[in-house]
């Protein structure tokens, strides 16, 4: 298979996600090759491909005007990419540099560009917050004040970088990348954004965890994924029992609960046992996780 790589800022990392596959001629294609058949070509937003050739994209951003949004960075992009008229895209999350993690959390703060930017840093300022206008190793919190959407680049990098990451609720590429309270902050309104990043700019134990959960949760994200979804064929969708149906998660929850799931239809007895048919159980003597397991499967005791 011959595979046209469109040259932008990550033909690289596609390259040499391409290189690591079987049956593969793959190429950046430059100006001798403009002209060039390819079975595929592979191009990132709005990078230009040479026409005549099966382009598949990876969409990064709600901004690209193309039509071919076969991949794209996260969950919130998934309804655009069906207008643009591809009947099933596919989310995989963005993949993005890990720089080494050796640094003590910092306390500075970044403001990244939005509508309420300037409002933001003027109320972090007069509230005695240290605020750079450029990221740099003295910044380990980074506010994103946009109300709508904004680009899910930035944060993973953040992210990555263990940066506490503070956004709004109303954000959908926020929420498709942070955690509330896991892996960074999702608040209502501006006020909140204020408060909260006082929080952690005071505690740098919790700025310290949450930049943890934020650089772990972002580090399973690589380029091989995002080729191995851009060169899928045949793709019908996910199953619809796995997407509306509770049985699998049922099950999942019966493998996480072990030998308490059969305990689901007993009850306490009157003197204190678990009863299931011919068995009898006493939740006393067993340890403390058991109990906690049966005590999630079974009916209350009557008081």
């Known amino acids: 298979m011959r595979i046209g790589i469109a040259p932008g800022t990550y033909c690289s990392e596609i390259f040499t996600a391409l290189s690591r596959r079987t049956n593969v001629d793959a190429e950046i294609i430059s100006g001798e090759s403009a002209t060039s058949q390819y079975d595929i070509v592979l191009a990132v937003d709005d990078e230009p491909v040479p026409p ?5 994209r990876y969409v990064t951003q709600a901004t690209p005007e193309v039509s071919e949004w076969t991949v794209v960075a996260a969950r919130h992009l998934l309804p655009i990419a069906v207008e643009r008229g591809v009947a099933t895209p596919i989310a995989v999350p963005m993949p993005v540099e890990f720089p080494s993690s050796d640094l003590p959390s910092r306390s500075g703060v970044l403001v990244l560009q939005s509508e309420s930017q300037h409002q933001v840093i003027a109320k972090l300022q007069s509230a005695g917050i240290e605020v750079f206008l450029q990221d740099d190793h003295r910044v380990g919190i980074i506010v994103d004040a946009a109300t709508s959407t904004s680009r899910v680049e930035p944060l993973r990098q953040a992210m990555a970088k263990e940066k506490v990451v503070t956004a709004l609720s109303t954000n959908a590429a926020a929420t498709d990348t942070i955690r509330h309270d896991t892996n960074g ?12 990043v006082q929080q952690v700019v005071e505690d740098e134990s919790e700025r310290s965890r949450l930049g943890f959960e934020a650089r772990r949760s972002v580090a399973s994200a690589n380029w091989s994924r995002v080729v191995r979804a851009l060169l899928l064929e045949g793709r019908v969708g996910m199953p619809q029992l796995e997407t509306f149906s509770h049985l699998p998660a049922i099950t999942r929850w019966q493998q996480r609960l072990g030998h308490a799931s059969q305990w689901s239809s007993s009850r306490y007895n009157e003197h204190g046992y678990f009863e299931l048919e011919d068995q009898r159980l006493q939740i006393g003597q067993l340890g403390e996780l058991r109990q906690w397991a049966l005590s999630n499967v079974t009916a209350p005791r009557d008081q």
Do not use: A, Q
């Open 52 to 56: 005549g050739n099966d382009v598949r």
């Open 185 to 196: 902050y999702l608040v209502n309104d501006l006020d909140e954004i204020i408060s909260s």
